[in-house]
T-cell receptor, first 114, second 117 residues
C-alpha cells in the first residue's frame, strides 16, 4: 500500500458526460501528479500540482482540468468524454526533499466510456 | 527531448531462471534520475528503485539488481531465480530536467514478464 488513495476504483459512463476523479496524497506529500495509462499511448503525464498551485502540464487535453485543494487532495475533471478517454488514471504524490523525489502511485481509477 | 526505450515487449521464462529487462534512455540533461516500477496484474504501480545520474554503482536488493551504465545510457534490471510472483509489467522511467522545476516522469512502454511455474 503506497498510502495514496484514489476514488472511485472503477467508473463507467457515456460519451459526452463529465466525471471527477479524486486523489488523496500520502501524509506530508505536497506534490500531486496525474497520469493516464491507455493501450495506445502508454503511461503519460497529464499535470502536476505543488501545494495547491499548478506546477507543470503534460499532454492534458483542454477538456480535462485539475485542482489541488488546501487539504492537498486533488481532483481531475474530465468533460465531454469520448470513447478514447477510456483508460486507467493514476495519481501519484511525492514529498519535497529536494532533487527528484520518488513518486508513489495510487491504485488508479479505471474509466470506461461507452 | 526525453525518451525511454524498452525494446522487449514481452519475455517469458520458467521459474528459477534469471531474466534481464533492458532500458535505454535519451536525455540532454546532465542531472537526472531513473526509476523502475512494477505493475502486477492487479494494476497498481509499485516503486522499485530510484537512481541518480551521478551514481553509477550497481545496486542489489534481494533477487533484484540494477546495472546503470551512463556510457551506454542504459539502466537494466535483472531478476535472479525468478518466481511466479514476479509476473508483471515493468516500467523504466526518466525524470524531467531538474532545472525546469518539473518532476514529471517519462515512461518507457513497459516489458511484460511472464514467469511460468
Amino acid at each position: 500500500d503506497s498510502g495514496v488513495t484514489q476514488t472511485p476504483k472503477h467508473l463507467i459512463t457515456a460519451t459526452g458526460q463529465r466525471v471527477t476523479l479524486r486523489c488523496s496524497p500520502r501524509s506530508g506529500d505536497l506534490s500531486v501528479y496525474w497520469y493516464q495509462q491507455s493501450l495506445d499511448q502508454g503511461l503519460q503525464f497529464l499535470i502536476q500540482y505543488y501545494n495547491g498551485e499548478e506546477r507543470a502540464k503534460g499532454n492534458i487535453l483542454e477538456r480535462f482540468s485539475a485542482q489541488q485543494f488546501p487539504d492537498l487532495h486533488s481532483e481531475l475533471n474530465l468533460s465531454s468524454l469520448e470513447l478514447g478517454d477510456s483508460a486507467l488514471y493514476f495519481c501519484a504524490s511525492s514529498h519535497p526533499a529536494g532533487g527528484q523525489e520518488t513518486q508513489y502511485f495510487g491504485p488508479g481509477t479505471r474509466l470506461l466510456v461507452l | 527531448a526525453q525518451k525511454v526505450t524498452q525494446a522487449q515487449t514481452e519475455i517469458s521464462v520458467v521459474e528459477k531462471e534469471d531474466v534481464t529487462l533492458d532500458c535505454v534512455y535519451e536525455t540532454r540533461d546532465t542531472t537526472y534520475y531513473l526509476f523502475w516500477y512494477k505493475q502486477p496484474p492487479s494494476g497498481e504501480l509499485v516503486f522499485l528503485i530510484r537512481r541518480n545520474s551521478f551514481d553509477e554503482q550497481n545496486e542489489i536488493s534481494g533477487r533484484y539488481s540494477w546495472n546503470f551504465q551512463k556510457s551506454t545510457s542504459s539502466f537494466n534490471f535483472t531478476i535472479t531465480a525468478s518466481q511466479v510472483v514476479d509476473s508483471a509489467v515493468y516500467f523504466c522511467a526518466l525524470s524531467y530536467p531538474m532545472d525546469t522545476g518539473r518532476r514529471a516522469l517519462t515512461f518507457g512502454s513497459g516489458t511484460r514478464l511472464q514467469v511460468q511455474p
